[in-house]
């Protein structure tokens, strides 16, 4: 029987935003969010990436997908996505996989809806349409530049302004998702072609990200968008001050230095030992407090570490932990190469701007004030739901997943820039 194909196209070159396909939306790589997106997509049978990078390909495959090596001449500015999935559905066919329908989801939009992607599939499987996009409905009045720059009336009679609910919608496409079916495909070469359906999307997850304000702007709506998760990590490892510590200090007139910390912190702490998971106390400067609260909780603690992110690394490496499996809790800017580095970005909720924008979980408690043994909670809560379902199913939300939660199961028009 044939197979529905999620095939995402992302290349390394991306020249609007450097490395694009890597950047973290909700503290998870686009390229990571699309495959998420597809294989918790039940109407999808295999997810592939097709890419020219290595580290794109070994995100990817954590995160569930198979890949496939996008050839140099396929990955270049002029290369379009066309290009990449004929290529990819020559490497299947090749490693005798036979596609009946191909999902072609890009990686650039981070909000993709997978009600809509599946009811997309079904259209196309059921032969009721030959192409599916995603788009959005529009009731704007759309304009272009002519001759000189004058103004020109695009979709509208400039003379009749007729109210909303008198006008009959457009659609946008959002860039998120074209089903099509295979064999139409190869023969057309291009994504639209015999009867094309609209798969209607909500306007709050149809952003296509191109420029670094687009990407500010999905960072933003992530915690609007997704959905909470349980945190599965292998290893708990936090900065000190403002996370365990309400960032303020207490000197004495001799100089002496004291913080106040959270008892229930402590048990939260104790919690994670007794489930045999490792525990780090990572900080910038180094303090007698730190050191005696370390030795007090017993675990392992770094201290004056200007580098935190390779001290993290090396730390990880000691353990044979991976990066990904990692849950790191900040709060300042001298966090972000760790929250950068780890699967698992927390930040606590009065944590800096740019901290909250690269976290994953930001989390209810305040540090110094619960937020350990939060953390510590949702690191636990996780652990138990392995031995669960992998997935709570499909939803018109996004809701990210633990990194390698599931494998993967098994007329030409100008070309676009290839994604």
Known sequence: ?????????????????????LRRVGGVPLVA??????????????????TDDAEIAAVAAEWGAETIAR???????????????????????????????????????????????????????????????SAVETYGFLWEKGAGGAAQAVNHDVEVRPRRQDRTPHYLETGGFYVMRAAGFRASRHRFFGSVGIAEVSPRGALEIDTADELEIARALAPLVDRPEPIIADAVVTDFDGVHTDDSVRVDQGGGESVTVSRSDGMGVSLL???GIPFLIL???????????ARKLGVDVLQGQGDKAAALQSWADEHGIA???????????????CLDLVGWPVAVPEAHPLVLASARVVLDHRGGAGAVRELAERVLAGTASRTGSASTGSTGST???????????????????AS
């Open 1 to 21: 029987m044939s197979e529905v194909v999620a095939i995402i196209p992302a290349r390394g070159g991306s020249k609007g935003v450097v490395r694009k396909n």
């Open 33 to 50: 969010r699309a495959v998420d997106a597809a294989v918790r997509c039940d109407a999808i049978d295999r997810v592939v990436v097709t």
């Open 71 to 133: 050839p140099a001449e396929l990955s270049g500015d002029e290369a379009s996505s066309e290009s990449a999935l004929l290529h990819a559905l020559d490497v299947l066919e090749a490693r005798r996989i036979d596609v009946g329908v191909v999902a072609f989801v890009q990686a650039t939009s981070p909000f993709i809806d997978i009600d809509a992607l599946a009811g997309a599939v079904q259209l196309v499987r059921s032969r009721r349409r030959d192409s599916v996009f």
């Open 273 to 275: 030992r007794a489930a």
């Open 283 to 293: 900080s910038t400067e180094t303090n007698p407090v730190v050191s005696a609260r």
């Open 323 to 337: 990066p990904s499996r990692i849950a790191y809790l900040g709060n300042d800017v001298n966090d972000l190469p």
């Open 399 to 417: 809701q990210i997943h633990a990194t390698g939660r599931r494998s993967a199961t098994g007329p030409t028009t100008a070309p676009q820039e």
